[in-house]
Structure formats: structure tokens, C-alpha cells
């Protein structure tokens, strides 16, 4: 089973902030977040991991809590090309079999 | 330059059949793995392979069967297709001391029919 909880699906306009929250309360001291998403019904790809401190990359920014609890995909200005289900997993830094992921968020971008 | 690769694209067999799909990965990763993603949308893993140990998720029939002539290739062998297979294959590849996350290739449809 997943250890994450995300919402089932989402909308943001074109050009604004996409902010994709992600629960996991059960995280461990050496799991790492990690965020991919799947367009249409290509193969996921990966965005972006943390563990505890923000990260940002030219694709996103990932803000994690203090208390490793939750976090946020941040996209700050989505594209159509945006849409797609995006996934958060958390896992240890050797990923592996422990990789899980859930039903993740669908996101929709509106012109 | 595709970095994880699959052949092929899209299979289509009768029950009963046996077939192998491919996976190359140019990355140099040491570990490749075997997704598989329903109707529903569930990625759900089904083997991890590095050149030490093979796991294999255990709700996986042993119809099913890994293959790595090299630690470049893992592919997936299925004997006795049935209904249920039908579904989108995705292999994928990491560097188990590098927590970069996965590479995952295109997919290959198969339909059992």
C-alpha cells in the first residue's frame, strides 16, 4: 500500500501556480520524497526528491514540512503540456521494491 | 538517445501463448525493474533486479520471469498468456547508491486476446 495521500484530482489555469499537496505522516528519518508524473499513458517521469530540505529544479520546486509530514509540488506557471497524473512516493534513498505508488493526482490544465 | 528502452511497443497475442518483451537501459544503473499498470491505473511492481538479487513481488504468477543476460537488459518472459495480462508494461532503471529516482521507458501495451 501507498504511504502517501493525495488528492484525486486537481485544476489550474495556464500560466498560474500549480501547488500539489502530498501527506505522509508515517515517513521515516531516511525515506526521501519523491515526486514523478505520467503523462497520458507514457512511462512516469521523474521530477524531483527531497528529504528535508526545499529543493528546486527547472522543472519544480518540492517544499517539504518541518516535520517531514507533507509536502508540496509547486509548478510555477503550468503549461497544457502540464497535465498528467503526478505521484508522490515516499522511500528509502535505495528506492527499490519499496517504490509504491499510489492512484496520485490528476491534474488538469485549462487555457 | 533513448535512455531506457522497450520493444515493443505494442503486443497483441492469443491466450495461451508465450512471449518476451525487451528492456535496454544505456544509463549504466545497476538495477532494473518491472512495472505493470491495469486498466486502472496502478503502477504495481513486479520484479527488482540488480547483478545480486533478484525480488520478485509475490502476488506476481511464475508465469512470469525475468531474464538479464546483462546488467544493461532485463526482460520479461510470460508463459501462458491469459485475459488478465492484458495490460501496460514498464521497465525502469535506478542507481541504488544515487537516490535520483527511476528511469522509466515508454511501455509496451500487451492485449491478450
Not at chain 1, 10 to 28: F, K, Q, V, W, Y
Not at chain 1, 71 to 91: F, G, K, N, Q, W
Request: net charge positive; aromatic share 10%; glycine share 6%.
Amino acid at each position: 500500500d501507498a504511504k502517501t495521500t493525495q488528492p484525486p484530482s486537481m485544476d489550474c489555469a495556464e500560466g498560474r501556480a500549480a501547488n500539489l499537496p502530498c501527506n505522509h505522516s508515517t515517513i521515516s528519518g531516511n525515506e526521501y520524497v519523491y515526486w514523478y508524473r505520467q503523462i497520458h499513458s507514457q512511462g512516469p517521469q521523474y521530477i524531483i526528491h527531497g528529504l528535508k530540505n526545499n529543493e528546486t529544479n527547472e522543472m519544480a520546486s518540492l517544499i517539504i514540512t518541518e516535520d517531514r509530514k507533507s509536502s508540496t509540488l509547486i509548478l510555477p506557471h503550468a503549461t497544457l503540456r502540464d497535465t498528467a497524473v503526478y505521484y508522490c512516493i515516499v522511500t528509502g534513498n535505495t528506492g527499490g521494491f519499496k517504490t509504491i505508488f499510489g492512484a496520485g493526482t490528476r491534474l488538469f490544465v485549462k487555457a | 538517445d533513448t535512455a531506457v528502452s522497450q520493444t515493443p511497443k505494442y503486443l497483441v497475442t492469443q491466450m495461451g501463448n508465450d512471449k518476451s518483451i525487451k528492456c535496454e537501459q544505456n544509463l549504466g544503473h545497476d538495477t532494473m525493474y518491472w512495472y505493470k499498470q491495469d486498466s486502472k491505473k496502478f503502477l504495481k511492481i513486479m520484479f527488482s533486479y540488480n547483478n545480486k538479487e533478484l525480488i520478485i513481488n509475490e502476488t506476481v504468477p511464475n508465469r512470469f520471469s525475468p531474464k538479464s543476460p546483462d546488467k544493461a537488459h532485463l526482460n520479461l518472459h510470460i508463459n501462458s498468456l491469459e485475459l488478465g495480462d492484458s495490460a501496460v508494461y514498464f521497465c525502469a532503471s535506478s542507481q541504488l547508491d544515487r537516490p535520483n529516482g527511476y528511469t522509466f521507458g515508454s511501455g509496451t501495451r500487451l492485449t491478450v486476446v
